[in-house]
């Protein structure tokens, strides 16, 4: 028979299995909240209960807090208060972060295993570019380059303030849940080298009137130089768009002002471009004109940037602060 305390409603060990559900289901990228732990409490108590008309050692008694439960209450406020000063070491409260319900049905080791190791992973491409020597060692990290958006979202105001929730997650655990998101926006793209080298910023714009009315002049135009000193460019260019994101049009001209930046630092070619699967890079006439000045690109697979691509990384944090 389970050993159980008095006024508990859980024994030691439906406790144990509770709270080892919601540290999984975190890990699982399916964050829980309060309303769903007392939901699985009162599924565990329905559980007690088939158990118990079975028979035998399991037999495990129903006190009062569990016959309110049986009858359709779900476990009050003490029940999460008694837990969670019995489990503080395992997991705890806090606010989730966002993982676009579509990429987290990519994020796996085998995904990961074969974007860095197969036929066609990154391993195979800097080797293939001499790049990388066949003891893995990367000679020139000039010639490694990361481009990416960084998307400002139109609405982007969920899971702030009266819309704030906390979820449940292990004690070193980071709170993650997948959802859907709204990607209207205005973008920036950004491109860094793994040498350090911070390239030139290509503007995205959804509204012409921002490149002709609220620009001054002055700062509608770039000098464009290299500073190889402080590793950064002076190069840059605005792009007006229906919908603030990259077109096949301007995502080209964007990689002939990469070609002129790494032709002023003298970077040996070909080098290779890392970037997300967005349909802008795949345009026949860019991919034909970057492979003949040696700019190979290296696309991630589908949904996959986010948790894959370092600059993904960076641009999270970024709107994350």
């Not at 036929?119 to 010639?143: F, Q, V, W």
């Not at 950004?190 to 959804?206: E, K, P």
């Not at 949904?303 to 990384?313: K, P």
Request: positive net charge; aromatic residues 10%; contains cysteine.
């Amino acid at each position: 028979m389970h050993v159980r305390r008095d006024q508990s409603l859980l024994t030691e060990v439906e406790e144990q299995a509770l709270v080892k559900w919601v540290v999984a289901k975190n890990k699982a990228q399916i964050a829980v909240g309060r309303e769903d732990i007392r939901h699985k409490a009162r599924h565990i108590v329905l559980a007690r209960r088939v158990q118990n008309r079975k028979g035998g050692r399991k037999r495990v008694t129903f006190n009062y807090a569990a016959y309110k439960v049986l009858c359709g209450k779900l476990p009050s406020g003490k029940f999460f208060t008694g837990l969670l000063a019995r489990h503080s070491h395992k997991f705890s409260f806090k606010t989730k972060q966002k993982l676009e319900d579509k990429r987290a049905k990519v994020n796996c080791e085998a995904m990961i295993e074969e974007r860095f190791e197969g036929i066609h992973g990154l391993r195979a491409e800097l080797r293939d570019t001499g790049i990388m020597d066949e003891s893995g060692i990367i000679i020139d990290p000039k010639r490694v380059l990361n481009m990416d958006e960084t998307p400002q979202f139109v609405d982007y105001a969920d899971n702030k303030g009266n819309a704030k929730k906390k979820f449940a997650a292990g004690v070193n655990d980071i709170c993650v849940s997948a959802e859907t998101i709204n990607r209207e926006c205005n973008s920036v793209m950004m491109c860094w080298g793994l040498d350090g080298s911070n390239y030139g910023l290509q503007f995205i714009v959804g509204r012409q009137t921002i490149t002709e009315s609220l620009t001054p002049d002055e700062l509608s135009h770039f000098k464009n130089e290299v500073l190889d000193d402080f590793k950064c460019s002076t190069f840059g260019m605005i792009s007006n768009t229906e919908h603030g994101v990259q077109t096949e049009a301007f995502f080209f001209e964007r990689m002939k002002m990469l070609d002129a930046e790494l032709a002023l630092r003298k970077v040996v070619r070909p080098v290779v471009v890392m970037s997300d699967n967005h349909a802008s890079r795949k345009g026949t006439d860019c991919f034909e004109w970057c492979f003949a000045r040696g700019l190979r690109l290296f696309f991630e697979s589908s949904n996959t940037s986010g948790f894959l691509q370092a600059l993904d990384q960076y641009n999270k944090k970024f709107h994350d602060a």
